[in-house]
């Protein structure tokens, strides 16, 4: 491994654990201009990519090409170790063109950031031959777990691992001594594509392309190091801060993670806007109104804009004092990460809420196969299921907290 000094480049966003060559790191604009250029080919394959039920080989080579898996690995593994906002708004411009592809590269791309925590044997499993291979995940706690010298055999079947197919390793979860209290003993589990099966049940009516399968594992032997405790991810304190000691690593995972399952929304909302924009600059009703004339039309187009800006405020806000904090080595308070974690909750509620006056205002137009506003609506409440995007029980933990009570989450 490299050795490592922390240096922050405040040009590029960069937020280095060695020294690099400037040149090397794209800068952000770099970045957005590129994804800007890919949106008008994953429209023409979205049509394509939804009858396959997952992202097409090339669509994943793309976004490797283009550098959009770079952006939070270390730059010790050829990565860009960027500021986490870099990576939201990759994934939300991509989400104007396709939520589903937004929504692989959100949930598998954060994995470049979750593996440099892990021990340095697990980095180097994964990374050592190919610092390109990819990691898809189900984090629900359902390993069958036992005990062994020298790790855990493992068993358990898992939905929902979104680009799966693409992947060469999995991140698992399980409660690694079911005798421990409460969230003590969770972890995630990092296992080899050569020891689980991919079952396609992957059948719906949102997100039909990301190919988010089931994985079944059957005495799986996980050596202790390839596991990542939640005790740890909640300190940030995780044994991959050792050798990546770059503030970014320093971030907490209960909110690198969850955003990434929501900006993935907050950039369908605005292709949703986009495309009902389009729509109604050119809709006469069936009374001979001109849409754009209506009044209630060009309220409505002003309130969705400032929604999305106003979410798009609040993740800059939020990562923007969390980064300050862990580049000056300060600590994170809890109270904050308990309102940024509600935060991140509440935004597929609001962009639910706010595509569906879109669909209500696009008429009746809007019930017919192909009907961009529509399409984008099914795949945002089809992410509003996730147990992330569920913000009840996060308005409840940060409005009790506010009135004294103890915090109920660590994943935060």
Request: proline residues 4%; hydrophobic residues 40%.
């Amino acid at each position: 491994m490299t050795s490592h000094c922390l240096i922050f480049n405040e040009d590029t966003m960069a937020v280095n654990s060695r020294e690099l060559d400037k040149k090397d790191v794209p800068s952000p604009e770099e970045l957005y201009e590129r994804a800007r250029n890919f949106l008008p080919v994953l429209t023409e394959r979205e049509e394509a990519t939804a009858k396959l039920r997952r992202l097409p080989d090339e669509t994943i080579q793309d976004m490797k090409d283009l550098g959009f898996f770079k952006i939070v690995q270390p730059i010790s593994w050829g990565g860009y170790e960027m500021d986490p906002r870099v990576f939201y708004k990759i994934a939300g411009i991509l989400g104007e063109a396709s939520m589903t592809v937004a929504w692989v590269y959100g949930v598998v791309a954060v994995h470049q950031w979750q593996l440099p925590l892990f021990d340095e044997q697990a980095q180097i499993d994964v990374w050592g031959d190919d610092d390109s291979v990819l990691i898809s995940s189900s984090y629900a706690p359902k390993a069958q777990v036992t005990k062994q010298e020298g790790g855990y055999l493992v068993s358990g079947e898992w939905d929902w691992s979104s680009g799966c197919d693409h992947c060469d390793w999995v991140f698992l979860g399980g409660v690694m001594d079911k005798d421990a209290p409460g969230f003590s003993a969770f972890a995630t589990i990092l296992i080899p594509k050569k020891d689980y099966e991919i079952v396609d049940n992957w059948h719906v009516y949102g997100l039909k392309g990301t190919g988010s399968k089931r994985i079944v594992v059957k005495d799986a032997f996980v050596p202790e190091y390839r596991t990542h405790k939640l005790t740890d991810a909640h300190a940030t304190n995780s044994p991959g801060n050792s050798i990546n000691p770059g503030p970014i690593y320093k971030l907490p995972y209960g909110q690198v993670f969850t955003y990434s399952v929501t900006v993935g929304a907050l950039g369908a909302y605005k292709g949703a806007l986009n495309s009902f924009i389009d729509y109604a600059k050119t809709r006469v009703s069936s009374f001979g109104v001109e849409a754009k004339t209506n009044i209630n039309t060009q309220k409505l187009i002003a309130e969705v804009i400032t929604d999305i800006d106003e979410m798009w405020n609040s993740i800059d806000h939020n990562f923007g004092s969390m980064m300050n904090a862990v580049s000056n080595k300060e600590k994170l308070e809890i109270q904050d990460r308990i309102k940024y974690r509600y935060h991140a909750s509440a935004i597929v509620d609001r962009c639910v809420a706010g595509a569906a006056k879109l669909v209500k205002a696009s008429g009746g137009a809007s019930v017919y196969l192909g009907h961009e506003v529509m399409a984008k609506y099914l795949d945002i409440m089809t992410i509003q299921v996730h147990v992330a995007n569920i913000s009840e029980p996060f308005a409840v933990n940060y409005g009790g907290t506010l009135l004294g009570l103890d915090n109920t989450d660590i994943n935060i």
